[in-house]
């Protein structure tokens, strides 16, 4: 909290701070430049792996470290680390689920509650791959895809009974049956268990099942989180972390230093397994996944994008500024139905609660408002449900 005594003291960096935020925000491209030219590599027409298989967890203790067991060892060895990444939404972890596999955000996509349901014609990298060619199937602890309607999945295993290895036993039954077809899986548990075993068995058994159909180096694994640690600063609740197994070994042991949303995920699967995009004339909406920086950070570049977070106290918003900082920002609507008013704060290291957060000073409200407005109406674009202001 800020002394009455001791405003300019208590105001001052976290002036310098906004004022960072504010300039750089323009400067993005540039700021890409600065920090390493994206690089990604040529795609083939016809990529030589034709299997995918998405590892998700409900909850993660750390973005940055995985448990010492061999499963995770062999993720480190074949694997690329991705991050810091962060997911969608703070809460609930079906919102976050759903903008992983539509490429959308939240206020986008209109997914907030456990009742919220995609429209029926909505894209998901499920629907692309199976339009595609390719056999689909989920495998899931959660009902996501019921509950949302997450569509493109041929066959569904939702049940919150069945212990990891069950799950993945189904899993590899799947893609043992479909072995000389293109597939795509979803795997997710909702707990890791004691050391991560949770998500350990179930990344040992798929690739088992690839080994032994002699498919491993045509195989694409993801393994992510939808939450991380529940007792981390703020937005720190929405960091967690993501390993991509790319086919042979492709880029394995490298660790790319990238700021980037669970969001991107999808545009860069999309285009790595020359997937069908959203189709406007059957009112699918745009993806909006970073692909490039994605792809960039699979082959160990370097790309640092703005992040939009949805959570109930309000958006979170932080851009590609030196010492990561950014705003939390409430809206409300003025009763005369005059303009919004915005409660913006400034994101601190270590604030547990929006009530730690410092006002943003008088003197950077104007261009922290225009900053959030103009990056607001860009994830609020096509949105199929009409976003209340909080």
Sequence with gaps: MIEPDEPERAQGPARLLLLALVVAAPLVFAAK???GELRTRPLSQHPTWTQTVLVTVGRWP?????PP???F??????????????????????PSAVSLLTGRYVANHGVRTQSDALPSAAWTLASAARDSGARTGAFLSVPFVSRHDLSGFEQLVEDPSM????LARAAAEFLTEHRDERRFAWIHVDRPGTDGSAVETVLQTVRETFEELEQGHESLIVFTALSGA??????GRCLVPMWIELPAGLNARLAATSQLSQVDLAGALAQLLRLPWPNPGSEQIAVQSRTTSMLSAMSGGRAVEWIWIDTDEGDLLRTPVQGGRGLRVRSTVAENGGAPTYDMRVLE??????????LVPAADERAATELYISIRSQ????ATKPVPMR
């Design 33 to 35: 430049v600065a920090l």
């Design 62 to 66: 750390s973005p940055n470290e995985l």
């Design 69 to 71: 067991a061999e499963g």
């Design 73 to 94: 060892a062999e993720l480190r060895a074949r694997g690329v680390k991705v991050g810091p990444v962060y997911t969608a939404a703070l809460g609930a972890p079906g």
């Design 163 to 166: 212990e990891p290895a069950g």
């Design 230 to 235: 529940p007792d981390a600063p703020a937005e």
């Design 349 to 358: 290291a270590g604030a547990k609660g929006p009530d730690e957060l410092q």
């Design 379 to 382: 994830v609020l674009r096509g």
